[in-house]
């Protein structure tokens, strides 16, 4: 992305193994995030960025220190390299590894090849070569699926909770998934795009709102008995959308937050009073991965429908441009 709007596909040098913890891997697919529109609609600084954090491919290469991948093996890796052994990972945070960073920033899998720091701990292998179709779902895990997972478990969505989920992006549609496989028995979809709707209720969804602001609010009340949702994920990253978030859910609710915010700011006062749990960031998707591919390996769950445009990487301007304009929900790119 060379700036805002303006995306090219060119040739760069291919990566090579510079660290012994190093893999090299063809990347079988890559895909668009809505965190890479922000920069897009100029609502993030950007100049001559190489893009693309969500990838799954084969290990072509690998350096004289990895253990855990092997060359051949299909893999699928986190948005964030992660050492997955240093105190905060073995936590669970492995987003905020100690010496972590982002693929987005360093990386960039909208490509054909890219070379994955710390391989150990950043990539996992999938049970085998997959079929074609399992590919998309996959790749969902790398990101929206392993965000979406997050947001579920921090909103601590499970049995007996009324879950109320704000964006109908791929990331609030795999949160509607995470409530579903969690036990969550009533998941509200916030959407006003019918088909994002039928997704939503694909994934499990058992009602919708479609007003926004203090009127969505004002009707996830009315479902609840006037209570407000045990759950509520965020997924969007505004102002509005945090307080319909905030302002959704019950006392001694938990909000589940994984959109990036962009100009939030939080009233203190309100927040003071409204007694509730607030819990969110860059998604550890390093945490959920085994788990989620071996849900997808099994075909217990499809997370690969949120893909409805797929375009050759060459191709991957027209895909920015199908997002930015809402024509697609989320943009596969074959390599
Ligand atoms: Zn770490």
């Given at each position: 992305?060379?700036?805002?709007?303006?995306?090219?596909?060119?040739e760069?040098e291919?990566p090579k193994?510079?660290?012994?913890?190093?893999?090299?891997?063809?990347?079988?697919a890559?895909?668009?995030?809505?965190?890479?529109?922000?920069?897009?609609?100029?609502?993030?600084?950007v100049?001559?960025?190489?893009?693309?954090?969500?990838?799954?491919g084969?290990?072509?290469?690998?350096?004289?220190?990895?253990?855990?991948?092997?060359?051949?093996?299909?893999?699928v890796g986190?948005?964030?390299?992660s050492?997955?052994?240093?105190?905060?990972?073995r936590?669970?945070?492995?987003?905020?590894?100690?010496?972590?960073?982002?693929?987005?920033?360093?990386v960039?899998?909208?490509?054909?090849?890219?070379r994955?720091?710390?391989a150990?701990?950043?990539l996992?292998?999938?049970?085998?070569?997959?079929d074609?179709g399992?590919?998309?779902?996959l790749?969902?895990?790398?990101?929206v699926?392993?965000?979406?997972?997050f947001?579920a478990?921090?909103?601590?969505?499970?049995?007996g909770?009324?879950?109320?989920?704000?964006?109908?992006?791929a990331?609030?549609?795999?949160?509607?998934?995470?409530?579903k496989?969690?036990?969550?028995?009533?998941?509200i979809?916030?959407?006003?795009?019918?088909?994002?709707?039928?997704?939503?209720r694909f994934?499990?969804?058992?009602?919708?709102?479609?007003?926004?602001?203090?009127?969505?609010?004002?009707?996830?009340?009315?479902?609840?008995?006037g209570?407000?949702?045990?759950?509520?994920?965020?997924a969007?990253?505004?102002?509005?959308?945090?307080m319909q978030?905030?302002?959704?859910?019950?006392?001694g609710?938990?909000?589940?937050f994984?959109g990036?915010?962009?100009?939030?700011?939080?009233?203190?006062?309100e927040l003071?009073?409204?007694?509730?749990?607030?819990?969110?960031?860059?998604a550890?998707v390093?945490?959920?991965l085994?788990?989620?591919i071996?849900?997808?390996?099994?075909?217990?769950?499809?997370p690969?429908?949120?893909?409805?445009l797929t375009?050759?990487?060459?191709?991957?301007?027209?895909?920015?441009?199908?997002?930015?304009e809402r024509?697609?929900?989320?943009?596969?790119?074959?390599?």
């Open positions: 992305m060379h700036a805002a709007g303006d995306v090219r596909v060119e760069r291919d193994i510079i660290e012994p913890t190093d893999a090299i891997i063809r990347v079988t890559s895909c668009i995030c809505g965190s890479d529109l922000w920069p897009y609609r100029g609502l993030e600084p100049k001559d960025q190489i893009m693309g954090h969500e990838y799954v084969v290990v072509e290469e690998i350096g004289p220190e990895v253990k855990n991948v092997k060359v051949g093996d299909f893999v986190s948005f964030v390299i050492d997955n052994t240093c105190e905060i990972c936590s669970g945070y492995q987003s905020r590894c100690m010496h972590g960073e982002f693929v987005s920033a360093t960039g899998t909208q490509s054909e090849k890219a994955i720091p710390l150990d701990g950043t996992v292998a999938t049970p085998g070569q997959p074609p399992l590919i998309p779902s790749l969902a895990a790398s990101d699926l392993g965000t979406g997972w947001a478990v921090a909103a601590e969505a499970g049995p909770k009324t879950v109320a989920v704000v964006g109908d992006g990331v609030g549609l795999m949160g509607v998934l995470a409530a496989q969690l036990g969550a028995g009533r998941i979809a916030m959407s006003r795009n019918p088909q994002r709707q039928e997704l939503a994934y499990g969804a058992t009602d919708i709102v479609q007003e926004r602001g203090d009127e969505g609010v004002a009707k996830i009340k009315e479902l609840t008995n209570l407000g949702a045990h759950s509520v994920i965020e969007v990253g505004t102002q509005e959308s945090m978030a905030i302002r959704s859910t019950r006392p609710g938990h909000v589940g994984v990036v915010a962009h100009d939030v700011e939080l009233p203190g006062l003071f009073f409204a007694d509730i749990h607030l819990h969110g960031g860059p550890p390093r945490r959920f085994p788990d989620l071996q849900l997808i390996w099994d075909r217990k769950i499809d690969g429908k949120v893909f409805d375009l050759p990487l060459e191709e991957a301007a027209e895909g920015y441009k199908a997002m930015d024509r697609a929900i989320k943009v596969l790119l074959t390599a």
